[in-house]
Protein backbone atom coordinates (compact mmCIF):
# COMPACT_ATOMS: atom_id res chain seq x y z
CA UNK A 1 0.00 0.00 0.00
CA UNK A 2 1.83 3.60 -1.11
CA UNK A 3 -0.35 6.64 0.24
CA UNK A 4 -2.94 4.95 1.44
CA UNK A 5 -4.00 3.28 -1.58
CA UNK A 6 -4.39 -0.33 -1.62
CA UNK A 7 -2.40 -2.43 -3.33
CA UNK A 8 -4.46 -4.48 -6.63
CA UNK A 9 -2.97 -7.59 -7.93
CA UNK A 10 -1.82 -7.81 -12.02
CA UNK A 11 -0.62 -10.26 -14.66
CA UNK A 12 1.02 -9.56 -17.63
CA UNK A 13 2.23 -12.33 -19.94
CA UNK A 14 2.08 -14.57 -22.97
CA UNK A 15 0.43 -18.51 -22.75
CA UNK A 16 0.26 -21.62 -25.25
CA UNK A 17 -3.38 -19.48 -25.66
CA UNK A 18 -1.62 -16.49 -27.01
CA UNK A 19 1.57 -17.34 -28.50
CA UNK A 20 3.22 -19.87 -30.48
CA UNK A 21 6.66 -21.77 -28.92
CA UNK A 22 8.65 -18.97 -31.20
CA UNK A 23 7.56 -16.50 -28.99
CA UNK A 24 7.41 -18.36 -25.95
CA UNK A 25 10.75 -19.45 -26.34
CA UNK A 26 12.02 -16.00 -26.48
CA UNK A 27 10.25 -14.64 -23.80
CA UNK A 28 11.56 -17.73 -21.33
CA UNK A 29 13.51 -16.76 -18.56
CA UNK A 30 16.07 -18.99 -17.46
CA UNK A 31 16.05 -20.31 -13.89
CA UNK A 32 19.57 -18.89 -13.55
CA UNK A 33 18.55 -15.43 -14.89
CA UNK A 34 14.98 -15.07 -13.03
CA UNK A 35 16.82 -12.91 -10.36
CA UNK A 36 18.77 -10.49 -12.59
CA UNK A 37 15.35 -9.63 -14.51
CA UNK A 38 13.37 -9.31 -10.93
CA UNK A 39 15.94 -6.69 -10.27
CA UNK A 40 15.03 -5.04 -13.53
CA UNK A 41 11.57 -5.48 -12.87
CA UNK A 42 11.78 -3.55 -9.47
CA UNK A 43 14.08 -0.53 -11.28
CA UNK A 44 10.67 -0.19 -13.28
CA UNK A 45 8.57 -0.07 -10.03
CA UNK A 46 7.20 -3.43 -9.96
CA UNK A 47 8.30 -3.56 -6.50
CA UNK A 48 6.02 -6.80 -5.68
CA UNK A 49 6.26 -9.36 -8.57
CA UNK A 50 7.35 -12.70 -9.17
CA UNK A 51 8.05 -14.14 -13.04
CA UNK A 52 5.93 -17.69 -13.65
CA UNK A 53 8.30 -19.04 -16.62
CA UNK A 54 7.56 -22.40 -17.92
CA UNK A 55 7.56 -23.90 -21.54
CA UNK A 56 3.94 -22.85 -21.82
CA UNK A 57 3.73 -19.42 -20.17
CA UNK A 58 5.46 -16.38 -19.07
CA UNK A 59 4.18 -14.33 -17.07
CA UNK A 60 4.96 -10.99 -14.42
CA UNK A 61 2.12 -11.70 -12.05
CA UNK A 62 2.32 -9.03 -8.66
CA UNK A 63 0.20 -5.84 -7.29
CA UNK A 64 0.80 -2.29 -7.22
CA UNK A 65 -1.28 0.39 -5.81
CA UNK A 66 -1.60 1.59 -9.74
CA UNK A 67 -1.60 -1.63 -11.72
CA UNK A 68 -2.51 -0.08 -14.88
CA UNK A 69 0.93 1.28 -14.92
CA UNK A 70 2.55 -1.95 -13.49
CA UNK A 71 1.15 -3.67 -16.70
CA UNK A 72 2.58 -1.12 -18.68
CA UNK A 73 5.93 -1.60 -17.42
CA UNK A 74 5.80 -5.55 -17.32
CA UNK A 75 4.58 -5.84 -21.29
CA UNK A 76 8.00 -3.36 -21.93
CA UNK A 77 9.87 -5.69 -20.11
CA UNK A 78 8.50 -8.78 -21.68
CA UNK A 79 8.59 -7.54 -25.40
CA UNK A 80 12.08 -6.56 -24.97
CA UNK A 81 12.90 -10.08 -24.71
CA UNK A 82 11.62 -10.60 -28.18
CA UNK A 83 14.98 -9.39 -29.91
CA UNK A 84 12.84 -7.64 -32.43
CA UNK A 85 10.92 -10.60 -33.57
CA UNK A 86 7.30 -9.60 -34.32
CA UNK A 87 4.41 -10.44 -31.96
CA UNK A 88 0.57 -10.06 -32.91
CA UNK A 89 -1.18 -7.66 -30.95
CA UNK A 90 -2.67 -10.36 -28.72
CA UNK A 91 0.03 -12.07 -27.96
CA UNK A 92 0.80 -10.08 -24.40
CA UNK A 93 -2.29 -10.29 -22.25
CA UNK A 94 -3.14 -7.64 -19.36
CA UNK A 95 -5.32 -8.32 -16.35
CA UNK A 96 -5.82 -6.51 -13.20
CA UNK A 97 -8.28 -7.08 -9.91
CA UNK A 98 -10.69 -9.48 -10.34
CA UNK A 99 -9.47 -10.79 -13.50
CA UNK A 100 -6.14 -11.12 -12.39
CA UNK A 101 -6.88 -13.01 -9.18
CA UNK A 102 -8.87 -15.07 -11.04
CA UNK A 103 -6.45 -16.26 -13.51
CA UNK A 104 -3.67 -16.98 -10.98
CA UNK A 105 -6.63 -18.99 -9.00
CA UNK A 106 -7.08 -21.45 -12.56
CA UNK A 107 -3.46 -21.48 -12.88
CA UNK A 108 -2.61 -22.73 -9.57
CA UNK A 109 -5.82 -24.87 -9.91
CA UNK A 110 -4.32 -26.08 -13.32
CA UNK A 111 -7.70 -25.24 -14.90
CA UNK A 112 -5.52 -23.24 -17.62
CA UNK A 113 -3.40 -26.03 -18.41
CA UNK A 114 -3.05 -27.80 -21.90
CA UNK A 115 -3.25 -31.01 -20.20
CA UNK A 116 -6.18 -29.80 -17.18
CA UNK A 117 -5.62 -31.11 -13.98
CA UNK A 118 -1.68 -31.47 -14.23
CA UNK A 119 0.26 -31.33 -11.24
CA UNK A 120 4.05 -29.78 -12.58
CA UNK A 121 2.08 -26.20 -12.49
CA UNK A 122 1.33 -26.08 -9.01
CA UNK A 123 5.54 -26.78 -8.05
CA UNK A 124 6.56 -24.52 -10.85
CA UNK A 125 4.02 -21.75 -9.79
CA UNK A 126 5.61 -22.57 -6.05
CA UNK A 127 9.30 -22.06 -7.30
CA UNK A 128 8.34 -18.78 -8.63
CA UNK A 129 7.14 -17.51 -5.26
CA UNK A 130 9.92 -18.65 -3.47
CA UNK A 131 12.59 -17.16 -5.83
CA UNK A 132 10.95 -13.79 -5.29
CA UNK A 133 9.47 -13.76 -1.43
CA UNK A 134 6.40 -11.70 -1.68
CA UNK A 135 6.49 -10.46 1.89
CA UNK A 136 3.24 -9.78 3.96
CA UNK A 137 1.47 -7.86 1.46
CA UNK A 138 -1.34 -8.27 -1.23
CA UNK A 139 0.73 -10.62 -3.27
CA UNK A 140 1.67 -13.00 -0.82
CA UNK A 141 -2.06 -13.43 0.43
CA UNK A 142 -2.68 -13.65 -3.02
CA UNK A 143 -0.23 -16.59 -3.66
CA UNK A 144 -1.60 -17.90 -0.56
CA UNK A 145 -4.83 -17.98 -1.38
CA UNK A 146 -4.10 -19.65 -4.56
CA UNK A 147 -2.33 -22.43 -2.99
CA UNK A 148 -5.15 -23.35 -0.34
CA UNK A 149 -7.05 -23.60 -3.23
CA UNK A 150 -5.36 -25.77 -5.29
CA UNK A 151 -5.29 -27.88 -2.31
CA UNK A 152 -8.71 -28.07 -1.94
CA UNK A 153 -9.53 -28.29 -5.73
CA UNK A 154 -7.01 -31.99 -5.52
CA UNK A 155 -8.36 -32.90 -2.45
CA UNK A 156 -12.19 -32.51 -2.95
CA UNK A 157 -11.66 -33.31 -7.13
CA UNK A 158 -10.38 -35.72 -9.20
CA UNK A 159 -9.48 -33.76 -11.80
CA UNK A 160 -5.71 -34.45 -11.29
CA UNK A 161 -6.67 -38.29 -12.06
CA UNK A 162 -7.38 -36.81 -15.65
CA UNK A 163 -4.13 -35.83 -16.31
CA UNK A 164 -3.12 -38.73 -14.99
CA UNK A 165 -5.09 -40.98 -17.23
CA UNK A 166 -4.49 -39.44 -20.49
CA UNK A 167 -1.19 -39.56 -20.17
CA UNK A 168 -1.23 -43.23 -19.29
CA UNK A 169 -3.79 -43.96 -21.81
CA UNK A 170 -0.99 -42.63 -24.46
CA UNK A 171 0.99 -45.62 -22.54
CA UNK A 172 -1.27 -48.41 -22.76
CA UNK A 173 -2.07 -47.40 -26.67
CA UNK A 174 2.00 -47.64 -27.11
CA UNK A 175 1.79 -51.10 -25.55
CA UNK A 176 -1.02 -52.76 -27.28
CA UNK A 177 1.06 -51.45 -30.71
CA UNK A 178 4.38 -52.43 -29.22
CA UNK A 179 4.35 -55.14 -26.55
CA UNK A 180 6.87 -54.32 -23.39
CA UNK A 181 8.13 -50.72 -23.93
CA UNK A 182 11.40 -51.65 -22.32
CA UNK A 183 12.89 -52.21 -26.14
CA UNK A 184 11.33 -49.53 -27.65
CA UNK A 185 12.81 -46.49 -28.35
CA UNK A 186 10.68 -42.64 -27.84
CA UNK A 187 11.34 -39.31 -29.61
CA UNK A 188 9.74 -36.26 -27.89
CA UNK A 189 9.81 -33.29 -29.95
CA UNK A 190 9.21 -29.90 -28.17
CA UNK A 191 9.53 -28.40 -24.85
CA UNK A 192 5.65 -28.26 -23.88
CA UNK A 193 4.41 -29.34 -20.51
CA UNK A 194 2.17 -31.70 -21.84
CA UNK A 195 4.98 -33.65 -24.12
CA UNK A 196 6.65 -33.56 -20.66
CA UNK A 197 4.05 -35.11 -18.97
CA UNK A 198 3.58 -37.80 -21.33
CA UNK A 199 7.31 -38.87 -21.64
CA UNK A 200 7.18 -38.88 -17.83
CA UNK A 201 4.05 -41.48 -18.09
CA UNK A 202 6.18 -43.49 -20.44
CA UNK A 203 9.40 -43.30 -18.49
CA UNK A 204 7.23 -44.76 -15.44
CA UNK A 205 6.23 -47.52 -17.43
CA UNK A 206 9.54 -49.09 -18.59
CA UNK A 207 10.18 -47.27 -21.41
CA UNK A 208 14.09 -48.39 -23.27
CA UNK A 209 14.88 -44.96 -24.32
CA UNK A 210 13.36 -41.43 -24.44
CA UNK A 211 15.65 -38.89 -26.89
CA UNK A 212 14.70 -35.25 -26.54
CA UNK A 213 14.81 -32.47 -29.39
CA UNK A 214 13.19 -29.50 -30.70
CA UNK A 215 13.54 -25.86 -32.74
CA UNK A 216 13.83 -24.18 -29.50
CA UNK A 217 17.38 -22.66 -28.64
CA UNK A 218 17.09 -24.31 -24.98
CA UNK A 219 16.33 -27.94 -25.81
CA UNK A 220 19.77 -28.94 -24.81
CA UNK A 221 20.07 -27.90 -21.75
CA UNK A 222 16.17 -28.87 -20.70
CA UNK A 223 17.73 -32.28 -21.60
CA UNK A 224 20.66 -32.33 -19.60
CA UNK A 225 18.42 -31.00 -16.52
CA UNK A 226 15.93 -33.67 -16.99
CA UNK A 227 18.92 -36.11 -17.69
CA UNK A 228 16.97 -37.31 -21.40
CA UNK A 229 19.22 -37.90 -24.41
CA UNK A 230 19.55 -34.89 -26.34
CA UNK A 231 19.13 -35.13 -29.90
CA UNK A 232 19.79 -32.23 -32.49
CA UNK A 233 17.15 -31.00 -34.49
CA UNK A 234 18.62 -31.20 -37.36
CA UNK A 235 18.93 -34.51 -37.78
CA UNK A 236 14.96 -34.75 -37.43
CA UNK A 237 14.63 -37.67 -39.63
CA UNK A 238 17.10 -39.87 -38.22
CA UNK A 239 15.19 -39.90 -34.79
CA UNK A 240 12.10 -40.50 -36.73
CA UNK A 241 13.40 -43.60 -38.52
CA UNK A 242 14.93 -44.55 -35.00
CA UNK A 243 12.03 -44.07 -33.05
CA UNK A 244 8.89 -46.36 -32.19
CA UNK A 245 7.27 -44.08 -30.27
CA UNK A 246 7.02 -40.04 -31.29
CA UNK A 247 5.61 -37.25 -28.69
CA UNK A 248 5.21 -33.63 -30.26
CA UNK A 249 4.78 -31.17 -28.39
CA UNK A 250 6.43 -28.27 -29.91
CA UNK A 251 3.42 -26.07 -31.08
CA UNK A 252 5.42 -24.00 -33.75
CA UNK A 253 2.08 -23.00 -35.67
CA UNK A 254 3.79 -25.09 -38.57
CA UNK A 255 3.94 -28.60 -39.21
CA UNK A 256 7.26 -30.13 -38.11
CA UNK A 257 5.96 -33.71 -39.26
CA UNK A 258 4.45 -33.78 -42.57
CA UNK A 259 3.34 -36.66 -44.49
CA UNK A 260 6.01 -37.08 -47.20
CA UNK A 261 8.81 -36.93 -44.16
CA UNK A 262 6.97 -39.52 -42.11
CA UNK A 263 6.32 -41.42 -45.42
CA UNK A 264 10.32 -41.60 -45.71
CA UNK A 265 10.80 -42.12 -41.96
CA UNK A 266 8.12 -45.13 -42.27
CA UNK A 267 10.53 -46.58 -45.53
CA UNK A 268 13.50 -46.39 -43.47
CA UNK A 269 11.81 -48.25 -40.88
CA UNK A 270 10.73 -50.99 -43.19
CA UNK A 271 7.15 -50.18 -42.35
CA UNK A 272 7.51 -51.09 -38.43
CA UNK A 273 4.88 -49.45 -36.72
CA UNK A 274 5.61 -46.10 -35.15
CA UNK A 275 2.90 -44.38 -32.61
CA UNK A 276 2.86 -40.84 -32.68
CA UNK A 277 1.45 -38.55 -30.11
CA UNK A 278 0.75 -34.64 -31.35
CA UNK A 279 0.40 -33.19 -27.93
CA UNK A 280 1.31 -29.41 -29.86
CA UNK A 281 -0.86 -26.66 -29.60
CA UNK A 282 -1.03 -25.86 -32.37
CA UNK A 283 -0.41 -29.13 -33.93
CA UNK A 284 2.94 -30.26 -34.87
CA UNK A 285 2.00 -33.06 -37.23
CA UNK A 286 0.12 -32.53 -40.09
CA UNK A 287 -3.39 -35.00 -39.84
CA UNK A 288 -2.59 -36.61 -43.61
CA UNK A 289 0.36 -38.66 -41.57
CA UNK A 290 -2.45 -40.84 -40.40
CA UNK A 291 -3.38 -42.23 -44.18
CA UNK A 292 0.32 -44.08 -44.48
CA UNK A 293 -0.22 -47.84 -43.12
CA UNK A 294 2.34 -48.02 -40.33
CA UNK A 295 2.18 -44.73 -38.49
CA UNK A 296 -0.76 -44.62 -35.75
CA UNK A 297 -1.73 -40.88 -35.37
CA UNK A 298 -3.42 -39.70 -31.97
CA UNK A 299 -4.18 -36.03 -31.17
CA UNK A 300 -4.44 -34.67 -27.49
CA UNK A 301 -7.78 -34.91 -27.54
CA UNK A 302 -7.92 -38.44 -29.40
CA UNK A 303 -6.17 -40.00 -26.03
CA UNK A 304 -8.23 -37.90 -23.64
CA UNK A 305 -11.36 -39.73 -25.22
CA UNK A 306 -9.47 -42.75 -24.38
CA UNK A 307 -8.75 -42.44 -20.76
CA UNK A 308 -10.12 -43.95 -18.55
CA UNK A 309 -12.79 -42.31 -17.04
CA UNK A 310 -13.26 -40.04 -20.09
CA UNK A 311 -13.19 -36.87 -21.43
CA UNK A 312 -16.61 -36.16 -20.16
CA UNK A 313 -15.86 -36.78 -16.63
CA UNK A 314 -13.22 -35.02 -16.83
CA UNK A 315 -15.08 -32.04 -17.86
CA UNK A 316 -17.15 -32.64 -14.94
CA UNK A 317 -14.40 -32.53 -12.34
CA UNK A 318 -12.94 -29.39 -14.06
CA UNK A 319 -16.89 -27.82 -13.96
CA UNK A 320 -16.40 -28.42 -10.46
CA UNK A 321 -12.96 -26.67 -9.75
CA UNK A 322 -14.26 -23.68 -11.65
CA UNK A 323 -17.05 -23.39 -9.49
CA UNK A 324 -14.51 -24.00 -6.35
CA UNK A 325 -12.34 -21.48 -7.97
CA UNK A 326 -15.55 -18.96 -8.35
CA UNK A 327 -16.06 -19.64 -4.75
CA UNK A 328 -12.72 -18.47 -4.22
CA UNK A 329 -12.58 -15.34 -5.74
CA UNK A 330 -15.81 -14.39 -4.13
CA UNK A 331 -14.14 -14.94 -0.54
CA UNK A 332 -10.72 -13.11 -1.66
CA UNK A 333 -12.97 -9.95 -2.46
CA UNK A 334 -14.98 -9.89 0.45
CA UNK A 335 -11.56 -10.21 2.22
CA UNK A 336 -10.41 -7.75 0.35
CA UNK A 337 -13.17 -5.74 1.16
CA UNK A 338 -12.44 -5.91 5.01
CA UNK A 339 -8.77 -4.94 4.43
CA UNK A 340 -9.46 -1.69 2.19
CA UNK A 341 -12.28 -0.76 4.90
CA UNK A 342 -9.63 -1.10 7.82
CA UNK A 343 -7.67 2.32 7.00
CA UNK A 344 -10.62 4.49 6.53
CA UNK A 345 -12.23 3.43 10.11
CA UNK A 346 -9.13 4.00 11.60
CA UNK A 347 -8.51 7.47 10.24
CA UNK A 348 -12.40 7.95 11.26
CA UNK A 349 -11.26 7.23 14.55
CA UNK A 350 -8.65 9.21 14.78
CA UNK A 351 -10.51 11.55 13.93
CA UNK A 352 -12.94 11.80 16.57
CA UNK A 353 -10.67 11.54 18.94
CA UNK A 354 -8.59 14.43 17.83
CA UNK A 355 -12.24 16.18 17.79
CA UNK A 356 -12.62 15.03 21.33
CA UNK A 357 -9.64 16.53 22.67
CA UNK A 358 -10.43 19.65 21.10
CA UNK A 359 -13.79 20.54 22.35
CA UNK A 360 -12.49 19.17 26.07
CA UNK A 361 -9.46 21.78 25.76
CA UNK A 362 -12.32 24.73 24.66
CA UNK A 363 -14.55 23.56 27.48
CA UNK A 364 -12.60 21.86 30.21
CA UNK A 365 -15.53 22.82 32.67
CA UNK A 366 -18.34 21.18 30.90
CA UNK A 367 -20.40 18.65 32.60
CA UNK A 368 -21.17 15.25 30.73
CA UNK A 369 -23.98 16.27 29.22
CA UNK A 370 -22.97 19.60 27.82
CA UNK A 371 -19.68 18.16 26.79
CA UNK A 372 -21.16 15.37 24.94
CA UNK A 373 -23.78 17.82 23.51
CA UNK A 374 -20.24 19.67 22.13
CA UNK A 375 -18.74 16.58 21.11
CA UNK A 376 -21.81 15.62 19.08
CA UNK A 377 -22.08 19.18 17.48
CA UNK A 378 -18.31 19.46 16.37
CA UNK A 379 -18.50 15.96 15.12
CA UNK A 380 -21.51 16.40 12.87
CA UNK A 381 -20.50 19.93 11.84
CA UNK A 382 -18.41 19.15 8.71
CA UNK A 383 -20.42 16.51 7.55
CA UNK A 384 -23.36 18.83 7.52
CA UNK A 385 -21.93 21.16 5.47
CA UNK A 386 -20.63 19.00 3.12
CA UNK A 387 -24.57 17.05 2.54
CA UNK A 388 -25.85 21.35 2.34
CA UNK A 389 -23.80 21.85 -0.44
CA UNK A 390 -24.35 18.88 -2.17
CA UNK A 391 -27.95 19.61 -2.06
CA UNK A 392 -27.20 23.18 -2.99
CA UNK A 393 -25.50 22.27 -6.06
CA UNK A 394 -28.68 20.35 -7.37
CA UNK A 395 -27.54 18.34 -10.02
CA UNK A 396 -29.06 14.70 -10.95
CA UNK A 397 -25.07 14.08 -10.22
CA UNK A 398 -25.29 15.65 -6.56
CA UNK A 399 -28.66 14.31 -5.75
CA UNK A 400 -27.67 10.74 -6.37
CA UNK A 401 -24.86 11.13 -3.91
CA UNK A 402 -26.91 12.66 -1.77
CA UNK A 403 -29.08 9.29 -1.55
CA UNK A 404 -26.09 7.06 -1.36
CA UNK A 405 -24.89 8.72 1.36
CA UNK A 406 -28.03 8.69 3.15
CA UNK A 407 -28.01 4.77 2.22
CA UNK A 408 -24.51 4.62 3.43
CA UNK A 409 -25.37 6.06 6.67
CA UNK A 410 -28.72 3.81 7.34
CA UNK A 411 -26.68 0.87 7.17
CA UNK A 412 -23.37 2.13 9.17
CA UNK A 413 -25.59 3.55 12.36
CA UNK A 414 -28.51 1.02 11.81
CA UNK A 415 -30.76 4.31 11.47
CA UNK A 416 -34.05 4.31 10.03
CA UNK A 417 -34.74 7.83 7.75
CA UNK A 418 -38.17 8.76 7.38
CA UNK A 419 -39.89 8.71 4.10
CA UNK A 420 -40.31 12.19 3.42
CA UNK A 421 -36.65 13.12 4.33
CA UNK A 422 -35.69 10.27 2.09
CA UNK A 423 -38.20 11.49 -0.53
CA UNK A 424 -36.36 14.65 -0.84
CA UNK A 425 -33.58 13.52 -2.34
CA UNK A 426 -34.56 10.28 -4.40
CA UNK A 427 -34.54 10.85 -8.31
CA UNK A 428 -38.01 9.93 -10.06
CA UNK A 429 -37.61 6.45 -11.41
Request: glycine share 6%; hydrophobic share 40%; charged share 30%.
Amino acid sequence: MRDGTPDRAFVVGASYRTADSRIRDRLYIEPGAVPDFLATAKAAGLTQAFALSTCDRVEVIGASPDPESACIAAERLLLSRLDGVSAGSDTIYRLSDTDAVRHVFRIAAALDSQMVGESQILGQLKDAVQVAPTGAGELDRLTQAAFALAKRVRSTTRIGEGAVSAAAAAVKVAQDLHGPLDKCRALLIGLGETGALIADQFLRAGLGVLNLTGPARRTEREAARRGWTYHPFDRLDEALANADIVITAAGRGTYLIDRARMDHASTRRRHKPILVVDAGIPSDVDPDTDRIRDVFLYSLADIERLAEKGQLDRKAEALEAEAMVEAALVDWRRAQAEREGVPGLVALRDHFETLRDEVLRRHPNADPTEATRLLVNRLLHEPSECLREIAKQGSDADLRDTITVNRVLERLFALTLDNESKNKNELDG
